[in-house]
């Protein structure tokens, strides 16, 4: 096949004891899946179905790389969240056969630019200018589920500049990561290469430029990204 140009290269994820890495076709993300960030956002925290919303892959940071803060925009936010990779997929999955599809999980920041979001939640506009800006997805190398399990539970936390910004625990997700997968499996048909950003803990905030921030999930690992 002859193309007018050169396509764009695969985005991947390094994978934890392999030099095989992890090719990405979508990410998507869930919103206000913590009870207190609910809360803190000005929403019922009580369990209403879950919302989705789309990173554009060349969003995705990977390989320890920088963030650079776009200008003009307002306040970034950092939400640390729980990635899964999904190696299959398929439609209409039902949540007990959901972890049969996951690779591994991850650790990722979901970037926010908070005032562009507020912005268009008043106009009752769409959240891609918000969510899925260029660096807007850093993520750390995915830990095989073979090795790390399925974790269900396990403290998530944020830091910036070695304060503690977020901090909460797996166990308060409102819906699990089956449910998830099997929710969005009915709105879309999964394949293998897509990404889950499972929601944040309370305590989301800006960041500036020469901050850094470092964040982890127990059991799956930690991830420093500097702002630039």
Same mark, same amino acid.
């Given at each position: 096949?002859?193309?007018?140009?050169?396509?764009?290269?695969?985005? /991947?994820?390094?994978?934890?004891?392999?030099?095989?890495?992890?090719?990405?076709?979508?990410?998507?993300?869930? =919103?206000?899946?913590?009870?207190?960030?609910? *809360?803190?956002?000005?929403?019922?925290?009580?369990?209403?179905?879950?919302?989705?919303?789309?990173?554009?892959? +060349?969003?995705?940071?990977?390989?320890?790389?920088?963030?650079?803060?776009?200008?003009?925009?307002?306040?970034?936010?950092?939400?640390?969240?729980?990635?899964?990779?999904?190696?299959?997929?398929?439609?209409?999955?039902?949540?007990?056969?959901?972890?049969?599809?996951?690779?591994?999980?991850?650790?990722? *920041?979901?970037?926010? +630019? +908070? /005032?562009?979001?507020?912005?268009?939640?008043?106009?009752?506009? $769409?959240?891609?200018? &918000?969510?899925?800006?260029?660096?807007?997805?850093? *993520?750390? &190398?995915?830990?095989? &589920? /073979?090795?790390?399990?399925?974790?269900?539970?396990?403290? *998530?936390?944020?830091?910036?500049?070695?304060?503690?910004?977020?901090?909460?625990?797996?166990?308060?997700?409102?819906?699990?990561?089956?449910?998830?997968?099997?929710?969005?499996?009915?709105?879309?048909?999964?394949?293998?290469?897509?990404?889950?950003?499972?929601?944040?803990?309370?305590?989301?905030?800006?960041?500036?430029?020469?901050?850094?921030?470092?964040?982890?999930?127990?059991?799956? =690992?930690?991830?420093?990204? $500097?702002?630039?």
């Amino acid at each position: 096949m002859t193309y007018l140009f050169d396509p764009p290269p695969v985005v /991947s994820v390094p994978v934890v004891g392999t030099d095989a890495r992890f090719p990405v076709r979508r990410v998507f993300c869930v =919103g206000r899946n913590y009870r207190d960030h609910a *809360i803190e956002m000005g929403h019922d925290p009580d369990r209403e179905p879950p919302f989705f919303f789309t990173k554009d892959a +060349r969003a995705l940071v990977t390989d320890g790389g920088p963030f650079p803060l776009p200008r003009a925009t307002g306040e970034v936010h950092h939400e640390v969240e729980l990635v899964v990779a999904l190696r299959a997929g398929g439609s209409d999955v039902a949540a007990a056969d959901a972890l049969g599809l996951v690779h591994g999980y991850a650790v990722g *920041i979901d970037l926010t +630019r +908070r /005032s562009l979001q507020a912005d268009a939640k008043k106009a009752g506009r $769409p959240w891609d200018t &918000a969510k899925s800006f260029d660096h807007s997805g850093p *993520i750390s &190398a995915i830990a095989p &589920a /073979s090795a790390v399990g399925h974790p269900a539970s396990g403290a *998530i936390w944020l830091d910036v500049d070695g304060a503690r910004r977020q901090t909460g625990d797996l166990a308060q997700m409102i819906w699990s990561v089956p449910e998830l997968i099997a929710h969005l499996s009915g709105l879309f048909r999964l394949e293998a290469g897509d990404l889950v950003f499972t929601g944040t803990p309370a305590g989301v905030g800006p960041v500036m430029v020469g901050q850094t921030m470092r964040c982890g999930v127990e059991g799956v =690992g930690e991830l420093t990204v $500097p702002v630039v």
